[in-house]
């Protein structure tokens, strides 16, 4: 830390280009002191050495600067006036004159500035005073993490105590920005070390058409190097008072998670007294527990339906239909594979009694294994369901699936892959009474593929070698026809589809190949266009039997761009029945673009999306989002956001209008200090 390097005081080698004296035995570290100085004498009466014009003196790494400098052989203490520069790699402290005591590693210094490098926090004083290897004390001093003789913001106090790697505190404290006083604490207390500290966060304000004027505020506490929380409190003046926390943790073997809460009484919405209670509850979890068991939770609930329509921050949540709780146990045995599953879904547009639960779900399923060394293939699925709901149909299902397929090398050329498989399904203990139903089905496929590659060696720009590669690929499936309305429908598992059909597709593939000049070589997939289609063999179909024909195209031209298109063209109406398209582009500067659009002829969606970020303002930060219905020609959400940066601290407004409200809202950030970053708890992130 600052001027711990004084402590290792040893024998001085004195080098003097313009004079020079003979120190002796001034200790027994080792260090040696190199001391320049245009004038240098001894006197007798003091013990004192006395340097005088453009003073350097060093040891190690530390370097000590001042036009007259005295120092004792025998108390250890150096005192140096004019222009005072101390600096070691990690701080340097300046000022008019400085008294320090080398033994005790104390001293202070007038008119002095410290700086911490690695905090970037600037303390200056009347006078510094340093009372232990990490402790200071400063009076009528101010401290900031900007830099500049007028820094963009200051506190200022009566007192100062700083530790190192501990905390400022601050008494009789102001508040400053650049010059101007602009509120006044009584004690302060600030972190100043780059390490987690508890504290308050600096608090947002804003102002909802909905939820009235908001003020949000957080306070931060660490619970250890695995475990931290956060304690929210919001005030709505139109809705009332919410309080929420958030804890995040780390255990062994990589179990991470966090939980969140919030709870508001809501008063009012949109005028009308209501006088209920919301909350929610939030856990996310993956790791790995005693047994080799990954446990996987992602469970949300809401007591209330209009919670995130209320609270949502975006359009994920906002117009959110239903909140789904998922966990899970799993083990795996190499090519084996055990998953628990329970599931809950609660629908947020209708109290609907009957929506279905798997409560549980299990799976298991034994991966593809080669028989002996044969071209033969055999492979297991299995699924155990218990479906519950309130109100409905209830019941157990267990299917399995196994099956038996082989891989065939034919010339060189083609690959040539069969599989025939038996899917059978048991139900029983229906809540209606109806007694236990079964029904089997054979399955039967056979894909064939080939590659057909060409390389280019001529380089191309930064492409030093092009490979292309079509890749045709042909797939039949047979499926029979049975009758399965005796079955009970739960999911999409009860009623499995005839099929009798080809399904062939053209995948081309351009990889390019990158040269670095370390000699190192990347790998990049700069074009991918696949082209399907299939032939449905049943005679039901004979008078369409084509299908629509999709294209999937992604091209990544360049590492910073990309552009994926995935269509659907009817060829019976000539036209695209659906069509979806990516494409985004960012630099090294926190500029980017990207844009979604999507059209859906059958579910009548044609949506689109645009999001913005623009820094060519530097210091000043632009985005923009923009959600559109072309169907309805209906703007659904609109997100501007202005962020004014500075070396330590920014501010940001942002204005979100959509369909069920508008916000404006003002966040504040200081190095630090840290920020609330939105509206309430983080469970609105979802």
């Avoid at 004195?14 to 100085?37: F, I, K, R, T, Y």
């Avoid at 004159?97 to 490098?117: A, M, N, P, S």
């Avoid at 601050?170 to 508890?198: G, W």
Wanted: hydrophobic content about 35%; charged content about 25%; overall charge negative.
């Amino acid at each position: 830390m600052l001027l711990r390097f004084i402590l290792l005081l040893g024998v001085l080698i004195v080098s003097l280009p313009a004079a020079a004296a003979d120190w002796g035995q001034v200790g027994a570290s080792g260090v040696p002191v190199n001391l320049e100085a245009d004038e240098v004498s001894y006197d007798k009466q003091t013990g004192r050495y006395r340097a005088t014009g453009n003073v350097q003196m060093q040891q190690g790494e530390m370097q000590l600067r001042s036009r007259i400098l005295w120092w004792n052989q025998q108390s250890g203490e150096v005192e140096a006036e004019g222009d005072v520069e101390l600096k070691s790699p990690d701080e340097t402290m300046t000022g008019s004159k400085i008294v320090y005591d080398l033994d005790q590693g104390t001293g202070r210094v007038e008119d002095g500035h410290v700086f911490l490098r690695e905090q970037n926090l600037h303390v200056r004083g009347k006078s510094i005073e340093k009372r232990g290897e990490l402790d200071y004390r400063i009076s009528e001093g101010t401290f900031t993490t900007c830099d500049g003789e007028v820094p963009s913001w200051k506190f200022g106090a009566s007192q100062l105590d700083v530790t190192l790697d501990g905390y400022a505190r601050a008494k009789n404290a102001v508040f400053y920005l650049k010059d101007i006083p602009s509120f006044y604490v009584p004690y302060l207390i600030y972190p100043a070390k780059d390490d987690r500290e508890s504290g308050f966060l600096i608090p947002s304000v804003g102002y909802s058409e909905k939820r009235g004027t908001q003020f949000s505020g957080a306070y931060y506490q660490v619970l250890g190097i695995n475990q931290d929380a956060t304690f929210y409190f919001d005030y709505l003046s139109e809705m009332g008072f919410g309080k929420g926390l958030e804890y995040r943790y780390i255990f062994g073997k990589a179990n991470a998670g966090e939980a969140r809460v919030y709870h508001i009484d809501v008063d009012q919405v949109d005028g009308v007294s209501i006088d209920e209670e919301r909350y929610a509850l939030e856990w996310q979890h993956n790791g790995v527990i005693p047994g080799g068991v990954r446990m996987v939770a992602d469970a949300v609930y809401v007591n209330d339906d209009q919670y995130f329509e209320d609270f949502g921050e975006v359009a994920e949540e906002y117009n959110k239909d239903k909140v789904q709780s998922i966990f899970s146990l799993s083990r795996n045995w190499g090519r084996a594979n055990l998953v628990g599953q329970l599931k809950y879904t609660k629908d947020l547009e209708f109290d609907d009694p009957t929506t279905l639960q798997l409560l549980p779900r299990i799976n298991f399923d034994y991966n593809r294994q080669r028989i002996a060394r044969t071209p033969f293939y055999y492979a297991f699925a299995s699924e155990y369901s218990n479906f519950w709901r309130d109100q409905g149909l209830r019941g157990q299902r267990l299917s399995f699936r196994p099956s038996l397929s082989a891989s065939f090398q034919l010339w060189d050329v083609l690959e040539v892959n069969p599989e025939v498989g038996y899917r059978d399904r048991y139900y029983w203990g229906l809540s209606d009474g109806s007694p236990a139903e079964q029904e089997g089905i054979v399955d039967f496929s056979t894909k064939v593929t080939s590659r057909l590659q060409r390389v280019y060696d001529q380089p191309i720009g930064p492409v030093s070698k092009l490979r292309h590669s079509v890749e045709p690929e042909v797939t039949y499936k047979y499926t029979p026809a049975v009758d399965q309305s005796h079955l009970p429908s739960f999911d999409s598992g009860d009623r499995i589809v005839e099929a009798n059909r080809l399904e062939y597709a053209l995948v081309q593939r351009f990889t390019a190949r990158f040269d670095q000049e370390s000699g190192s070589r990347t790998y990049r997939d700069i074009a991918y266009l696949r082209l399907s289609q299939s032939y449905d063999l049943r005679e039901e179909a004979e008078e369409r039997p084509f299908s629509n024909i999709r294209g999937e195209l992604t091209l990544l031209p360049t590492a910073w761009s990309r552009l994926r298109i995935d269509t659907t063209f009817d060829i019976d109406q000539g036209e695209w029945s659906k069509f979806a398209a990516e494409a985004s582009a960012h630099d090294q500067r926190e500029n980017s673009i990207s844009i979604d659009y999507r059209n859906d002829r059958d579910t009548q969606v044609d949506y689109g999306s645009l999001k913005l970020e623009l820094s060519y303002l530097n210091p000043f930060y632009l985005s923009y989002q923009q959600r559109y219905d072309f169907a309805s020609a209906e703007q659904l959400e609109s997100v501007v956001g202005v962020e004014y940066r500075q070396q330590c601290w920014s501010a940001l407004l942002t204005f979100r209008e959509h369909e069920k409200d508008q916000t404006l809202m003002l966040s504040f950030f200081m190095k630090g200090v840290g920020s609330v970053g939105g509206f309430g708890t983080s469970l609105s992130e979802r």
